[in-house]
């Protein structure tokens, strides 16, 4: 199947950093090349791929700042949607720009949405909805008023994480800091359950940030700020829990997968797809509050590890993923 | 010939207010229509035309701000992509999105480049310069990276404005305000040469209109808001010249052209479009300070108001616009 990937352009693919679009299209490219298949990844021109590379914009719009990202990102697309006869199908992971070209092009197009923005954009999709496949990333994301082929998990490489059920004395915040994300909750869930916090990752809204400063003190709540790969690794294999206490109904939740492939429990707000990704009890606690996290901490010795590592392998396997959507291209081409 | 006409949807067309690109198109569609070609305009539905009207965007952006702009703009210009089929040509005003469609239809576009609003957005230029055709709309407007079929400049409808030789004891700013437009000059026009400035625009600047505003006593200087059509057209038949005092590369400059259909003469700096706008000495003045702008005053009386409506009537009518056009699809057509 000759299969042409659309990554977004704000970062690189895979990114070095924060990027959980462009994470997910290059899991699954890598994996689809992996098992036979002739994939051209349409990304920036820094990206890294076992696929065919092609690009217009040679650095991601979020690196090099001197650049209009409307201008790139419709280059980009038209890029692809000009070859799309060069391909048996297009998998768009871009969003909603794409869309309207495909009523242009004789090539079918899948689109994974990887979460709304926000409401204002629900209408390209819903004009669009008979145009292009739509694969949802949880049902918790799938929005009543369009249809879809199917959900599909993201999924990781377990080799990628390192297992151990050895744990040291410290809770973990793991991601993009914003309020929807609750950085707040969890530094107020460390300081009343008294455990250390480790905070790793990218600053999104620098007033929440500086908001949340003054309690920084480098002992008991530590920021190391936005790490690359293999410091992201340890810190999610040491963690006692990796804490999840969002705001927003989140889509998926990569690092709440990557903690539990790394044998480490979360606990999250019960928002979003929390209860499609944690087993209650079994791989970390879906709670409702600060209260309430504070206590599921004294329970964590009742998790097994290894039962977090089985729980993500089993489910959330990047072989899983690539052959659920193998499996959703061929429906697509009605093979 | 069947014409599809693109006009931008940040206004109405034609606008009610600003909205230059707007009434512009405005302005070529209706006169193609009583010329007898069949036209669609894909416009704001709010949109006043005697042509087929088409649209998905109820109310211009710039109004109805709950909308977001990204989203109205693809879904408008995706509208009328997919029934390319049904036209000979489309005239695109909408700036540089619609080119990157232009290559996934069979229908000839050709497009009015209205402005660069940043050097940025001219990698889209470059790249669909061959798949459509190029106007200018002034030669000072050409951006030597790009090849054009022709300049075609703007028309108005002569029958619009009201003549008048007889005219009052003011100065009159006319057009947006923003920095770029120089208002904080023409103020300083009006203080040197102790002629009253009457000033009507958009605020497109509110620190810059800010800044100005202790200058503003309602005496000597006057802002009487962003005006409709009626009370405009007054203002510019009765104003003993135009302050047009810019300070930037100005594309066109509708107001000049405003302001010399009325009989009014243009004292403007030395930029952009407006040589090829003004015959210097006969309907106006280019200068290139404050104080030649102050010294020019005086020698307004020898400005005839007959020469500077006659001179846009022979050179920038709506007539010699529309057939200018005409000739241009045509040569796309290869007719």
């Not at 994301?141 to 994480?161: K, Q």
């Not at 963690?239 to 539990?260: C, Q, T």
Request: aromatic share 10%; proline share 5%; charged share 25%.
């Amino acid at each position: 199947m000759k299969i042409a990937v659309l990554a977004p352009i704000a970062w690189r693919t895979p990114p070095l950093k924060y990027g959980p679009w462009e994470k997910v299209a290059s899991m699954l490219t890598e994996n689809l090349v992996k098992k036979g298949h002739d994939v051209t990844l349409f990304a920036t021109g820094d990206s890294v791929t076992s696929a065919k590379l092609r690009w217009v914009c040679e650095t991601p719009y979020e690196i090099d700042k001197s650049a209009d990202p409307k201008v790139l990102e419709c280059l980009h697309i038209s890029f692809l949607m000009e070859k799309a006869a060069e391909f048996d199908i297009i998998h768009n992971h871009f969003d909603f720009l794409p869309l309207t070209y495909s009523r242009l092009i004789k090539t079918p197009m899948i689109t994974t949405i990887h979460g709304f923005s926000s409401e204002k954009i629900l209408p390209v999709y819903i004009k669009y909805n008979s145009t292009s496949a739509y694969i949802s990333i949880s049902n918790a994301n799938r929005h009543p008023d369009l249809s879809y082929l199917e959900t599909i998990y993201h999924g990781l490489e377990p080799s990628d994480f390192i297992f151990s059920n050895k744990k040291e004395n410290y809770l973990l915040y793991f991601g993009r800091i914003h309020p929807d994300k609750g950085l707040h909750s969890a530094i107020e869930i460390s300081e009343k359950s008294g455990l250390p916090l480790k905070i790793a990752g990218l600053i999104q809204d620098d007033n929440y940030f500086n908001s949340l400063f003054s309690k920084i003190d480098g002992q008991q709540i530590e920021y190391l700020g936005n790490l690359g790969r293999e410091d992201s690794i340890k810190l999610l294999t040491s963690a006692k829990a990796l804490l999840h206490p969002i705001y927003f109904e989140e889509p998926f939740g990569l690092s709440v997968l990557e903690a539990m492939m790394s044998g480490t429990p979360v606990i999250a707000f019960n928002k979003g797809s929390m209860p499609e990704l944690i087993v209650n009890g079994k791989t970390g606690f879906l709670i409702g509050n600060v209260a309430e996290a504070v206590n599921s901490i004294d329970k964590l010795e009742k998790i097994e590890p290894e039962d977090c590592r089985r729980h993500a392998i089993q489910n959330f396997s990047i072989d899983k993923m690539t052959d659920s959507y193998i499996r959703a291209y061929k429906k697509v081409l009605n093979q």
